[in-house]
């Protein structure tokens, strides 16, 4: 497969209808080439439908036609794009907030096992050139998967992005081959501040490896976060929304990269039967797409299965309730989920029930069997700020108590662990099997910024009591066994229909109706 060149003999209509409207809109020509000298900022390279797409976004002060030019990078010359360089035309309209414009282009076509080059603007206007790389299209590979950075919540923006920077240093040097950057919500602390996002998207590997947002709680309040990221197969029914879609991001999408179905969920939406609308989204999507994949991976920011201080929230008992159930019946294999700033690896559930009561506490190899799920909670990937583990309390929640086998922790969860260190997760996609780590990117020096700026009273494992452990070193690590070789059994959504109603308690239900 070869980059097409179809886009360029469209760009030319498109440049200038978009170049004359400009100039319409604000009086004159002069005023729209004046625009047209905008760079671009704020550029971000984000997932695609599939392993051959990337999808681009970016931020402009000026409205003008725009492209992403893109080439092997084997082509260019000193730096110079080669003259057939392909250009796909980018989708550019008002920011709703902030001012300015933000723009988005899908780039398709893609070939394996090859690093290119891009850059965005127009001519005489463009942004520096980025590059990536493209890997295999099928078989195994790794992704990561990094918790709440919230650019701002320590109080201090700087050390915030400067821990963010850090982790995703750290763990790219360690992973240089991972082919996913996935989010687990809370980008940053105030939905529509733009030097939070500023420091977010300072890091140059978000412009090399393709980054999978997530909505968190702290990014839903605004727009800015859909003004900076485009993201694949996106849903934005009303019913997605936490509230006003006009002043509030929102949407659930999915992509399909190599064997795993990847769906992420914005799960700020919960109460008037949201919940209900992310299952049957769930169902239909593994419908139509889940025989084409190997394993089913859920991302939302809301842990259901919380060891921290988010446990018992009135909004995660809900969730509680309403997804396991279902997500057991559809096949789901992983879920991975942000919001409580600790880390926490479940035992095998099966319809929000422990599958196997013998199953030990951190179990290093765990069989999935019939409806089994796994839920990861990430811990801070900036150190902008961490949650304490609390103890289960069924006064606040009955269903959700000890464990039997290790009463400190909640009974669904393998591990929970604190430590006031960023941390990033690993997942290993296998033929046979799903590896999931979870790896120290930082100490307790600096950049930590809730350590250095006192937010937190101690770092290091045991309650800061045993010194930290070094960078690269493992918090937990699981190798999860599907029970047989497609990773689903009777369960295999591909030929099941499934309805999706709430019964006279509230309780979201899912039925087999094929």
Not at 50 to 57: A, D, G, N, P
Request: glycine share 10%.
């Amino acid at each position: 497969m070869k980059l097409i060149n179809w886009a360029r003999t469209s760009l030319a209509a498109c440049v200038t209808v978009a170049v004359v409207g400009t100039a319409t809109a604000f009086g004159g020509v002069g005023v729209a080439q004046a625009a047209a000298s905008a760079t671009p900022t704020g550029i971000v390279l984000g997932v695609g439908a599939k392993e051959s797409q990337r999808v681009v976004s970016w931020y402009a002060p000026a409205g003008s036609a725009q492209v992403v030019q893109v080439a092997p990078t084997n082509r260019l010359s000193h730096g110079n794009f080669p003259w057939n360089a392909t250009t796909f035309p980018a989708t550019v309209a008002a920011n709703s907030v902030n001012g300015g414009f933000n723009g988005h282009a899908t780039i398709d076509g893609l070939r394996e096992h090859t690093s290119y080059s891009y850059r965005v603007g127009t001519a005489g206007s463009w942004s520096p050139t980025y590059s990536f790389k493209t890997q295999d299209f099928d078989g195994n590979f790794n992704f990561l998967f990094f918790g709440d950075p919230q650019i701002g919540s320590s109080g201090d923006v700087a050390k915030d992005g400067a821990g963010w920077l850090d982790t995703l240093n750290v763990a790219l040097a360690a992973n240089p081959k991972a082919e996913l950057l996935v989010s687990g919500g809370d980008q940053v602390e105030s939905a529509n501040t733009e030097a939070q996002w500023d420091a977010f998207l300072a890091p140059d590997k978000l412009r090399q490896y393709p980054w999978a947002a997530t909505i968190g709680n702290h990014d839903v309040g605004g727009k800015a976060y859909e003004q900076h990221f485009w993201t694949p197969n996106t849903d934005r029914s009303a019913g997605f929304y936490r509230g006003n879609p006009s002043t509030e991001s929102g949407g659930d999408y999915w992509y399909l990269y190599k064997d795993v179905l990847f769906i992420d969920l914005n799960s700020n939406a919960y109460a008037n039967n949201a919940d209900a609308a992310h299952i049957d989204y769930v169902s239909k999507v593994i419908k139509a797409h889940g025989a084409k994949a190997k394993y089913t991976v859920l991302v939302y920011h809301h842990s259901i299965y919380s060891p921290a201080d988010h446990a018992n929230d009135a909004d995660n008992q809900q969730r509680r309730q309403d997804f396991p159930t279902a997500f057991s019946k559809l096949g789901v294999d992983l879920v991975l989920q942000g919001h409580d700033h600790s880390y926490s690896r479940s035992y095998v559930i099966k319809n929000g029930k422990k599958a196997n009561p013998a199953e030990e506490p951190g179990a290093a190899q765990v069989v999935q069997g019939p409806g089994g799920v796994i839920y990861v909670t990430a811990d801070s990937a900036s150190g902008s700020k961490y949650y304490d583990l609390t103890a289960p309390d069924t006064t606040k929640d009955p269903n959700y108590g000890p464990d039997p086998l290790n009463p400190k922790n909640h009974w669904a969860n393998s591990v929970e662990n604190q430590e006031h260190v960023r941390t990033y997760v690993k997942v290993e996609v296998r033929n046979d099997k799903l590896v999931v780590e979870n790896v120290r990117s930082g100490t307790c020096a600096a950049p930590n910024a809730a350590v250095e700026r006192g937010n937190v009273s101690w770092c290091g494992p045991n309650s800061g009591a045993s010194p930290a452990k070094p960078v690269g070193s493992l918090v937990d690590k699981v190798t999860i066994r599907p029970y047989n070789a497609h990773g689903h059994g009777d369960s295999n959504p591909g030929h099941h229909d499934w309805s999706v109603s709430k019964n006279e308690k509230g309780v979201t239900t899912l039925t087999d109706v094929s």
